[in-house]
């Protein structure tokens, strides 16, 4: 059996629950896992060694950690972690590293695996619409959608080895700016309420931001309400030219259900429309379907919820 | 004088239906046109030009089908055409290798692209091409500001970063708040004459193979409620079926 090597997947300077799902990947796809941390302080690791699969935690520490760099990450990254199947997750940053690393060692990459059965490997492709499925004749860098596969316990012990590493920047960074709001980005969101066009107008999104705030959830839109209306921003688009996104629920409020809509969502684990055209097609493709004005459905999906959610 | 190249890629027509033949997709008898990211990739290679003086070079790698995506940026503006002639599968190490040749043999200081393909959607050439050529790289840049070297905004974790990046580099390009221009008739009629300069190549062979494709598998029907009374039925499933809230 191969290797297989995880880059732990970081949020707000700690280890990301969807860590424990790529090493679950990385034993469907070799054996002595190597759990790769990149971090500017080697505490950040600590507690790694608990993930359950794991043989192995190397906290490769680099001041190059401190913002997102992607020749710089590769290359610390790299040098860090054993030959065999590196695994990463599959958001926008990571994907980017993870075509970095594949280049680095001449080997293929395989991005948004959603299965992986016997050794072979499924990615979406032209926009979920197909899969396809691959199987490696070596090694290969891959990157896996998040919240599909179980997560790994944490009832392991591993050793932590700290690694000092370094990487040549290509980028330097100016400014950060921050969300305007304090709300969630829908690739980041584990529950989005989205809206189409049918919400009338930007001001009507209150409506959606009261639910989201109820479910801790991110507000999304359509391509058509981002196009018509500028207080939605482009960032808030979910679609084949906004965000893929694959959360445990998606709330889809006056929007149609286009095939380039449902090209960034219809991986979802759940999907709730509410739409006043029977016919809309998005129905299809929802699991619980609502047929009504969002106008009425609304306020009773809010009390609903707050009832059921205290 | 900035050497500019786009990279530039046939896809399917969002909008078409995709369908199962054997156990391969079939694009027989699917419109074929230029990937939607690629668009923002070209408006900012154009911009770049405009920007700082130079040449555009736009770049795909394909069959002579691919002449067609290759023509219509010519239309908008690009200055040369080059398609890397290959009619067979390349895995993404083969594709970043014959194009990462190209793109030092011909001496380019700049290479946009779109921040991902809308047929594999992976989004892996622009950096994996960076990486090979030792260069920098920003990837899903929504905002480029032109000069001595680059001002790129691009999403990071809470907002956005913005970030000076020195050339030579690589940057692949979201949607952002860029126009992209149009084609006008003197411009499609320049493109119909215009040479798309043809190179052979031959990529390393793919490390992974296709073993089939297929149509994802149906979702089981949903349910459907009529009436503005059945969220709170809804609500409550999320919560006891689906254990989704
Ligand atoms: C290359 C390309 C890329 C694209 N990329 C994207 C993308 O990334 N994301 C995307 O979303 N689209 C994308 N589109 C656009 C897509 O084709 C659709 O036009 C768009 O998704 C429609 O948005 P919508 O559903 O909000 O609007 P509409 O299609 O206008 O639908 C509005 C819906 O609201 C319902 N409605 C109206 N009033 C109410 C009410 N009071 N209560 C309840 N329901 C109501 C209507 O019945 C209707 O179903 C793309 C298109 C192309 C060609």
């Known amino acids: ?310 | 004088m900035v050497n500019i190249a786009v990279l530039v890629k046939q896809v399917p027509d969002t909008n078409s239906k995709i369908q199962i033949v054997g156990d391969r997709v079939d694009l027989s008898s699917v419109k074929m046109e230029i990937s939607p990211y690629d668009e923002f990739a070209v408006e900012n290679a154009l911009q770049h030009k405009e920007s700082e003086g130079g040449t555009v070079t736009a770049i795909t790698v394909g069959n002579d089908g691919a002449d067609k995506v290759l023509k219509g940026v010519k239309a908008l503006g690009v200055d040369n055409i080059v398609r890397l002639d290959y009619d067979g599968y390349m895995d993404s190490n083969g594709l970043q290798s014959v194009l990462a040749d190209e793109i030092k043999s011909g001496g380019y200081d700049v290479v946009y692209c779109g921040k991902s393909a809308a047929d594999t959607g992976a989004g892996s050439t622009g950096p994996g091409i960076a990486e090979r050529l030792g260069w920098g790289s920003i990837s899903n840049a929504t905002e480029i500001k032109f000069g001595e070297g680059l001002m790129v905004t691009s999403p990071a974790e809470g907002g956005d970063a913005i970030a000076s990046l020195s050339l030579p580099a690589v940057v692949s390009c979201d949607k952002g708040s860029i126009k992209v221009r149009k084609s006008n008739v003197k411009g499609i009629m320049m493109a119909k004459r215009a040479q798309v300069d043809v190179k052979s190549v031959s990529p390393p062979s793919p490390t992974i193979t296709i073993v089939s494709e297929v149509m994802p598998p149906a979702k089981p029907a949903g349910k459907k409620y009529e009436g503005a009374q059945s969220a709170q039925t809804v609500a409550q499933l999320l919560r006891d079926e689906a254990n989704v809230i």
């Open chain 1, 1 to 310: 059996m191969t290797d297989t090597i995880v880059i732990a997947e970081l949020s707000k300077g700690k280890i990301n629950a969807t860590t424990n799902e790529l090493v679950t990947a990385a034993g469907m796809l070799g054996s002595n896992c190597t759990l790769v941390v990149p971090c500017t302080e080697s505490s950040v690791a600590n507690d790694a060694g608990s993930i359950t699969g794991i043989t192995k935690v190397i906290a490769a520490k680099s001041s190059v950690f401190e913002t997102y760099d992607a020749a710089a990450w590769a290359e610390a990254l790299d040098s860090a972690s054993p030959s065999g199947i590196v695994i990463t997750s599959a958001s926008a940053q990571s994907k980017d590293l993870a075509a970095r690393l594949a280049a680095r060692r001449s080997v293929s990459v395989i991005q948004d695996v959603t299965g992986i059965q016997n050794g072979t490997l499924s990615t979406p492709i032209y926009s979920g619409k197909a899969i396809q499925n691959v199987s490696l004749n070596g090694d290969a860098v891959v990157t896996i959608r998040a919240n599909i596969f179980r997560p790994a316990e944490n009832s392991g012990n591993c050793d932590v080895q700290v690694l000092d590493t370094t990487g040549n920047l290509a980028t330097a960074l100016q400014e950060m700016v921050q969300r305007a709001s304090e709300r969630l980005d829908v690739s980041e969101a584990n529950i989005i309420v989205s809206g189409g066009r049918g919400m009338g107008t930007p001001a009507n999104f209150s409506h959606l931001e009261e639910i989201a705030d109820k479910l801790g959830a991110a507000v999304g839109a359509s391509r058509a309400a981002v196009d018509t209306w500028e207080e939605i921003p482009h960032s808030m688009q979910v679609g084949q030219t906004g965000k893929t996104v694959n959360p445990n629920l998606y709330i889809a409020v006056g929007i149609s259900g286009a095939i380039q809509h449902l090209a960034g969502m219809r991986s979802s684990k759940y999907i709730v429309a509410i739409n006043k055209d029977a016919e809309a097609p998005i129905f299809q493709h929802a699991d619980y379907g609502i047929v009504a004005s969002w106008e009425d459905a609304l306020p009773v999906l809010s009390n609903s919820l707050a009832s059921l959610l205290g």
